[in-house]
């Protein structure tokens, strides 16, 4: 087959493609379903990573809760002890914090 006879059905192969748009329409490209299972493992890695990253902080928290009540009765202010803690929820668990409970605790 010479160059010129494989462009010639190329170009054939191309034309007959243009010329039936009714299908083209109706045709899903095989691209867009890699490209959905591509978004769903995403999403479904963030949140799983965000799960990760919660569950850390949260234990760093909790190991360190007894300072942080102690620092709170020794008259740090409540924003230092909640940078301290460096996640929302658990730093708001942290700020819940008894410093009664916590010196009581100490000895």
Do not use: C, K, W
């Amino acid at each position: 087959m010479t160059p010129h006879e494989t462009a010639h059905r190329v170009y054939a192969a191309l034309l007959a493609r243009v010329e039936r748009p009714s299908t083209l329409s109706q045709e899903r490209p095989p691209v867009l379903d890699g490209l959905r299972q591509d978004l769903a493992f995403s999403v479904a890695a963030a949140v799983f990573a965000l799960l990760g990253v919660y569950g850390v902080m949260s234990r760093a928290v909790v190991r360190r809760r007894h300072e942080l009540g102690v620092r709170s009765a020794r008259g740090a202010a409540l924003g230092i002890v909640l940078a301290l803690a460096a996640s929302l929820v658990p730093a708001r668990r942290a700020g819940n914090v008894d410093p009664v409970t916590t010196l009581r605790a100490d000895s």
